[in-house]
């Protein structure tokens, strides 16, 4: 049985991750970091078989004794501070974790046990100010925030260790994915929880920031099955994954709330507390490498996956009236 190691497996793509492997017949370890209340909701439904232990990106002895212990054939960093306001607000501690954790947790795979294959979450936020459009493997990085910086890094890093150490390490280069089990301050979210809550009566406007901002959104159960598919290559190579399609969060608002019947004009209020300071104006992925390479294909389409957390929403707040 394999055993595959998962940073960030309480978030949103670690639980899919998580799924996906178990699915497969791995042995799947979790790292968790300590806090004072569990956050352990997307995982609740697989916490009989996974194994979870505590580490943090900070800290390296930690990251050193979890591949001791399980010396996993392939280890998932996903773990980041990945909100991009925040990381205006917290630009050393964005820096620390998603830049400088990746090094850690490479060191501690190239001490210990380099044959461990290893994915590294990058992020189109890479391309920021974009070069060219749509972007592939080749597109130069612009980053405009000090999250896609510390993702910059965390890139290169893996990409310095693949040619210094000769490890198989990869980055994956994600465009936007989301899923009902997205956290709630990201704006596909923010969109289906505030029309949920609309709807259902409990709000009656939905406060955003540019509307006009694109983006390439896809569902991240279909993404994690790329990282995956990453890892079994015969040779370490990045990928980009996305869908090739852009839409606006206009068109996002329109999809979303006419769903369940409502006119988004109605309700959607602009607030300069919701614009950046520098803006990714259009993201929209080339994933032919992927697509002729590893065979990845999405299987979700915008207008489905929109639907999907509207409806999921519904359902969560419904409960909660209850
Ligand atoms: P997410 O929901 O925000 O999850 C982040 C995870 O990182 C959580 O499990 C969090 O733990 C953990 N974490 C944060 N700081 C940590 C630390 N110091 N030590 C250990 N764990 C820590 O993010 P996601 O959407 O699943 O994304 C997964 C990865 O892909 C991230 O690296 C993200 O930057 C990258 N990415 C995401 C997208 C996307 O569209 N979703 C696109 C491209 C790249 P807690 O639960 O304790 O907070
Ligand atoms: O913003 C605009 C906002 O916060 C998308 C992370 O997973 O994907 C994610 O980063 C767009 C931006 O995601 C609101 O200005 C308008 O242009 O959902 P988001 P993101 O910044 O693209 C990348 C690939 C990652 O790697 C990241 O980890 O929507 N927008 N009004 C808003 N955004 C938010 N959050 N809230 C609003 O009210």
Same mark, same amino acid.
């Given at each position: 049985?394999?055993?595959?190691?998962?940073? #960030?497996?309480?978030?949103?793509?670690?639980?899919?991750?998580?799924?996906?492997?178990?699915?497969?017949?791995?042995?799947?370890? #979790?790292?968790?970091?300590?806090?004072?209340?569990?956050?352990?909701?997307?995982? %609740?439904?697989?916490?009989?078989?996974?194994? /979870?232990?505590?580490?943090?990106?900070?800290?390296?002895?930690?990251?050193?004794?979890?591949? $001791?212990?399980?010396?996993?054939?392939?280890? +998932?960093?996903?773990?980041?501070?990945?909100?991009?306001?925040?990381?205006?607000?917290?630009?050393?501690?964005?820096?620390?974790?998603? &830049?400088?954790?990746?090094?850690?947790?490479? $060191?501690?795979?190239?001490?210990?046990?380099?044959?461990?294959?290893?994915? %590294?979450?990058?992020?189109? $936020?890479?391309?920021? *100010?974009? *070069?060219?459009?749509?972007?592939?493997?080749?597109?130069?990085?612009?980053?405009? @925030?000090?999250?896609?910086?510390?993702?910059?890094?965390?890139?290169?890093? &893996?990409?310095? +260790?693949?040619?210094?150490?000769?490890?198989?390490?990869?980055? #994956?280069?994600?465009?936007?994915?989301?899923?009902?089990?997205?956290?709630?301050?990201?704006?596909?979210?923010?969109?289906?929880?505030?029309?949920?809550?609309? *709807?259902?009566?409990?709000?009656?406007? /939905?406060?955003?920031?540019?509307?006009?901002?694109?983006?390439?959104?896809?569902?991240? #159960?279909?993404?994690?099955?790329?990282?995956?598919?990453? /890892?079994?290559?015969?040779?370490?190579?990045? +990928?980009?994954?996305?869908?090739? *399609?852009?839409?606006?969060?206009?068109? !996002?608002?329109?999809?979303?709330?006419? +769903?369940?019947?409502?006119?988004?004009?109605?309700?959607?209020?602009?607030?300069?507390?919701?614009?950046?300071?520098?803006?990714?104006? /259009? !993201?929209?992925?080339?994933?032919?490498?992927?697509?002729?390479?590893?065979?990845?294909?999405?299987?979700? @389409?915008?207008? $489905?996956?929109?639907?999907?957390?509207?409806?999921?929403?519904?359902?969560?707040?419904?409960?909660?009236?209850?």
């Amino acid at each position: 049985m394999p055993t595959a190691m998962i940073t #960030g497996i309480t978030g949103q793509d670690g639980s899919y991750l998580a799924e996906f492997l178990l699915e497969r017949g791995y042995e799947v370890i #979790g790292m968790v970091r300590r806090s004072s209340t569990v956050t352990f909701e997307r995982i %609740q439904h697989l916490q009989d078989n996974v194994t /979870l232990i505590q580490g943090d990106l900070h800290d390296q002895s930690s990251l050193v004794d979890v591949i $001791e212990r399980f010396r996993p054939d392939e280890v +998932y960093n996903l773990a980041a501070q990945s909100f991009v306001p925040t990381s205006w607000n917290q630009p050393v501690l964005t820096g620390e974790v998603t &830049a400088l954790g990746v090094t850690r947790l490479l $060191e501690a795979v190239r001490l210990v046990n380099p044959d461990t294959r290893f994915y %590294q979450a990058s992020s189109s $936020e890479m391309f920021g *100010k974009a *070069k060219e459009v749509p972007q592939s493997e080749l597109t130069p990085f612009h980053p405009r @925030s000090p999250y896609g910086v510390a993702k910059v890094y965390g890139h290169w890093i &893996a990409v310095n +260790y693949r040619e210094s150490y000769n490890l198989y390490a990869v980055s #994956g280069i994600l465009f936007n994915h989301e899923s009902p089990r997205r956290g709630l301050e990201f704006v596909t979210r923010k969109i289906s929880n505030g029309v949920a809550r609309i *709807k259902l009566g409990l709000a009656n406007e /939905l406060r955003l920031g540019n509307l006009e901002a694109q983006r390439d959104w896809g569902f991240a #159960g279909d993404y994690v099955e790329a990282m995956w598919m990453m /890892l079994q290559q015969d040779q370490p190579q990045d +990928y980009v994954v996305g869908i090739g *399609k852009t839409h606006s969060v206009r068109q !996002l608002c329109d999809c979303a709330f006419s +769903y369940v019947g409502l006119d988004y004009q109605d309700y959607v209020v602009q607030d300069p507390l919701f614009y950046r300071p520098a803006e990714v104006d /259009l !993201l929209i992925a080339d994933p032919a490498k992927a697509q002729a390479e590893l065979g990845w294909k999405p299987k979700i @389409s915008f207008e $489905e996956l929109v639907h999907m957390m509207v409806e999921s929403d519904l359902k969560r707040v419904s409960k909660e009236l209850i």
